[in-house]
């Protein structure tokens, strides 16, 4: 396994110029959808320099800048660097349950995938659990179900929290009123259609107007004779065999302006987490139960969730409205959440209900917040996510983290929520479920579950095998590897002809690229090295990079106090730094000429990867975080979202994230005024 994520670095570092089934690497056809055993064992010999720096003529276009013995090879690098992938890869296989890690050291080859396009077809959609696809080619319908009353699921009781009275004050006096949330043509530069959507309604039969008697009888829904919009409403499947209600509020939304933005925590701040070494971190969680149905909206906001008419005469008398007719309208008086505003609504009115615990939950430890700056864990300290209905503590004292969430708990329950026991997770630090992914205390990793991984790696290769799929599946292979790439943001630059694949083909059937394949199955080959080691050390240096048009320049310093914390500089507004780095405190690495020109933000990416190329020379063993200075808003962007949209720079990010990811290491990068740059005297010399 070590292996194979070894040779798909080197292929990515080269932008797969020999593709992906290179030396050491299995044939596609040679292989079924798998897990690890999918690794086959081949001779070390057969394998390139891990951490060559300088690869064949043949296999990568030449180097721009002149070679320079500072970032030379190593032994001891290259020896460190295959130390990571293995302890990487050996604690990805002993997280595996027993069933699927029992082969795990099998090197024969998987059985080949039975002949025939439609054989690999089906293959790929069987492990994908998709619907086939027809033989015009159109795909078939979504897994939608039609209202099943006997199977529903839902709140015993509803509609327990008045959202007008959860809401901060600004928000209250916004949605208090239709006045300032309506779509309005002269506060939006975006157009709309001409006419709201037709909804998708599976309400048929007579289990609708029970259903609907359900739905009244737990607060949900009020009746009324006349309607905004008329939304529809069906059914999808639960791990627990019932079905959930969904609301199509595509023609409510029509009616309303765009929302405001709301930022939630992802998987990459979640890594931004600093753990002390040879420290334990506790994680706990809670979960409010039926989020979005505990909120009773205001009384204007009903006629625009309208659902379908239903018999006055099945329904009890004390239900209907004042001159009701034969048939009335259910009308939703909870927070549906197809409603467009339904996420900042939530997200608000949950954060303002942990502000009003500020010895609790001060804004300065909020994930995600702008003032939370530093992520590193401390005796006395918890640190908090809120992810709409999810609240996630971690912190060092396992009593400490159980107090914080047991006033989390009482404060909620007065206002109203409900929180189900068996949602609840205690303060551990064992491998717990947080925000699809899994965050281990003990060994400071967060990473995609390995059995989840292994999954996604099965259902890759298989979909490659078949070659075409739904639009829409594709779409959401592709938001499964996003999400498990964020806590390694650079493997991101793998996935660029699956964006463009993605963006091109909304719907029906897209048949996989050439390019798009070499990347799902490079992305399937690092999969046990996408975890972020939040016990990473702090290397003791701290690094600034520089280019001009004629040089480039690299130079290194001791961490300076009174800088801004890392992650936090905006370009232009707030750098690393206010004063210059007195001279004698910086040390030149390298300070070279180009021997030809490019455009400037290329030369700016390629003096970062130098000073990459100098950091692995000199990190130890296990995970490092190393902070990096650059002066270009540019290459700040890159290096901090993992890839970019441009053909050029993406390829150089590729060869940036193979040698990150090989030796562990993550980047800390901010920006700084290039006159107080450190390396810009170093790139003009």
């Keep these: 396994m070590a292996m194979r994520a070894c040779s798909a670095l080197d292929s990515i570092r080269l932008s797969f110029a020999s593709g992906v089934s290179d ?58 660097a295959n130390q990571e992938i293995d302890r990487r890869c050996l604690r990805y296989v002993k997280e595996l349950p027993p069933e699927e890690a029992s082969d795990r050291d099998v090197a024969t080859p998987n059985p080949k995938p039975a002949a025939g396009a439609e054989a690999r077809r089906a293959l790929a959609l069987q492990a994908l659990e998709l619907r086939p696809v027809s033989e015009s080619g159109v795909a078939s319908a979504p897994a939608a179900r039609a209202i099943c009353d006997d199977l529903m699921s839902l709140p015993a009781t509803a509609a327990t929290v008045d959202l007008l009275d959860a809401l901060p004050p600004a928000l209250r006096a916004r949605y208090e009123t239709a006045a300032h949330t309506l779509w309005v043509a002269e506060a939006t530069t975006k157009p709309r259609a001409p006419a709201p959507p037709k909804p998708c309604s599976l309400t048929g039969g007579a289990q609708w107007p029970r259903f609907v008697q359900r739905m009244w009888r737990a607060g949900m829904v009020a009746f009324t004779t006349e309607v905004v ?55 706990a969680r809670t979960d409010a139960a039926d989020f979005y149905h505990t909120f009773k909206t205001p009384q204007w906001m009903w006629p625009f969730f309208g659902l379908p008419a239903v018999r006055a005469a099945a329904l009890p008398r004390e239900a209907l409205p004042a001159g009701a007719g034969d048939f009335v309208y259910p009308v939703l008086k909870t927070l549906p959440m197809g409603y467009s505003h339904a996420v900042l609504l939530a997200q608000c009115a949950h954060l303002h209900l942990l502000d009003s615990l500020p010895n609790y939950f001060g804004r300065a430890d909020r994930i995600g917040d702008p003032l939370c700056t530093d992520y590193a864990l401390r005796p006395g300290r918890v640190l908090h996510a809120v992810c709409i209905d999810d609240v996630l503590l971690f912190g060092l004292d396992p009593v400490q983290v159980a107090r914080v969430q047991q006033a989390y708990l009482e404060a909620g329950r007065r206002a109203g929520f409900v929180y189900k026991p068996e949602k609840l997770i205690a303060p551990t630090a064992d491998a717990a479920p947080v925000l699809g992914l899994q965050f281990s205390g003990r060994t400071g990793t967060l990473r995609l579950q390995p059995a989840k991984m292994r999954s996604l790696v099965s259902a890759t290769r298989a979909a490659v095998a078949a070659g075409q799929l739904r639009a829409v599946d594709f779409q959401s292979l592709l938001g499964r590897w996003v999400w498990a790439m964020l806590p390694c943001r650079p493997a991101l630059s793998v996935l660029s002809a699956a964006f463009a694949l993605a963006q091109r083909y909304g719907r029906g059937t897209v048949k996989l690229w050439p390019s798009v394949k070499r990347e799902l199955l490079a992305a399937s080959d690092i999969a046990p090295l996408l975890v972020a080691d939040l016990k990473a050390h702090i290397f003791g240096r701290v690094v600034a990079s520089d280019a001009s048009t004629t040089g480039l320049g690299v130079v290194a310093m001791p961490r300076i106090r009174g800088c801004a914390a890392p992650g936090t500089t905006v370009p232009g507004f707030c750098g690393a730094i206010d004063e210059p780095v007195p001279p004698q405190a910086v040390t030149g690495i390298v300070s070279s000429r180009w021997r030809w020109g490019e455009h400037i933000n290329v030369l700016e990416m390629r003096a970062a990867h130098v000073a990459v190329r100098w950091v692995l020379r000199h990190v130890l063993s296990g995970g490092t975080r190393v902070a990096l200075w650059v002066d270009s808003a540019v290459v700040l962007g890159v290096l901090r ?19 990150l990811i090989r030796a562990n290491v993550t980047l800390d990068v901010d920006w700084v005024a290039s006159a107080l740059n450190p390396a810009d005297a170093a790139s003009r010399a």
């Design 23 to 80: 030396r050491g690497v299995a044939p596609e056809d040679s292989a079924a959808p798998g897990g690890c055993d999918r690794y086959r064992v081949c001779d070390e010999r057969q394998l390139p320099n891990p951490l060559s720096l300088q690869p064949k003529v043949n296999q990568q276009p030449k180097v721009k800048y002149r070679a320079h013995a500072a970032v030379a090879t190593s032994a001891a690098s290259v020896r460190r």
């Design 229 to 283: 919009a008329l939304c529809g409403m069906f059914a999808v499947d639960k791990t627990d065999g019932r079905l959930r209600a969904i609301t199509d509020a595509r023609p409510a939304n029509w009616c309303f302006g765009e929302p405001q933005h709301v930022t939630l925590p992802t998987p990459d701040l979640l890594a931004r987490i600093r753990v002390p070494s040879g420290a334990v971190a506790y994680v």
């Design 641 to 659: 979202k993992g890839r970019s949209s441009s053909v050029v720079l993406n390829r150089l990010m590729r060869a940036v994230a193979s040698d």
